[in-house]
């Protein structure tokens, strides 16, 4: 993976094992192994001790989770074992606690920093998994009821006159940092409807049916801000299961520092120097979030080039 960035929530640590998921006898057996370890989320949160750790059950702990699951996933193999997610959502939330051994739930984003990078893709991977069969209940085509297959990677339509498959759905974004032509180097930040005053972030948008991720960020430069722009470099790709993101990072020169904002979803957008936001960072104003790629869209353009700040 020489060369390739990393971000929160992703990195491909766990081994997911896809000729594992179609041997239904191999995944049973799975179930009942003492090396089989069990996340226990409730209502896409994570039930983590006192300590703030998100459990991980083995043995009669994972047996009594299996039991009460509404939905149990197979995420893959951890250095040959097996582990799967178990989603309590259809339990109150007492019961689901005390039934994962857990004292609360939260958010995996809220452990962000404080978990393994590891810990934190597999808990984000069950989330966003647990969270699309919650959704994917029924046939879209036909409206009769799903169940789960292939270790939960797939639901399948009851309806013998249908049978149709249904996949998880991932919903891809693109996140580009614009850089204003000429010198002084500059990049475009805005600020979003329902953001507080003085917070800015580089810009984003869901890739539209048909579009390539290249027209994604043409039209979505073109609405929100009125800007063209040229050389689209990409940065890089971060897993976003929350609740079905793929944030997809681009660096772009805009042919003119012109910017326009429609004052809906926009408020405010506008160029800064790196100075102005070393600054903004001296002052305590993060750049975006620890886990996030917008940080590091940031981070690596003011470490690209010193020379005019
Ligand atoms: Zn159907």
Redesign the pocket.
């Known amino acids: 993976m020489s060369g390739e960035r990393v971000f929160a929530y992703g990195g491909g640590w766990l081994d997911r094992a896809g000729d594992v998921r179609a041997d239904a006898e191999r995944l049973a057996a799975l179930r009942s192994d003492e090396r089989t370890a069990v996340l226990a989320l409730w209502r896409d949160r994570c039930l983590v001790t006192a300590e703030d750790v998100p459990v991980r059950l083995t043995g009669d702990a994972a047996a009594r989770v299996f039991a009460v699951a509404d939905e149990t996933v197979f995420l893959g193999l951890d250095a040959g074992a097996a582990v799967f997610a178990a989603d309590l959502t259809g339990q109150p939330e007492a019961r689901a606690l005390d039934v994962a051994g857990a004292v609360s739930a939260v958010d995996v984003r809220r452990l962000a920093g404080r978990l393994s990078a590891a810990e934190a893709a597999a808990q984000a991977y069950g989330r966003g998994l647990l969270h699309w069969h919650r959704q994917q209940r029924w046939?879209?085509?036909?409206?009769?009821t799903?169940a789960a297959r292939a270790g939960g990677h797939v639901r399948v339509?009851?309806?013998a006159e249908?049978?149709?498959l249904h996949f998880p759905r991932i919903e891809p974004a693109v996140i580009v940092l614009v850089e204003a032509p000429g010198e002084p180097g500059r990049c475009l930040l805005a600020r979003h409807a329902g953001s507080p005053e003085g917070s800015y972030s580089t810009l984003a948008g869901f890739v539209e049916v048909g579009e390539s991720l290249e027209d994604a960020v043409h039209r979505e430069l073109a609405e929100e801000v009125g800007v063209t722009v040229t050389d689209l470099v990409y940065q890089g790709s971060q897993a976003w299961p929350f609740p079905a993101g793929l944030m997809v990072g681009f660096r772009a020169t805009a042919v003119s520092d012109e910017v326009r904002v429609d004052g809906v979803e926009l408020l405010e957008a506008r160029w800064f120097t790196r100075e102005e936001l070393r600054a903004r960072v001296a002052a305590g104003r993060p750049l975006g979030r620890v886990d996030s790629i917008d940080r590091h869209l940031l981070g690596s353009w003011l470490d690209a080039d010193g020379r005019d700040s």
């Open positions: 046939c879209g085509a036909c409206g009769a799903t339509c009851t309806a249908c049978g149709r």
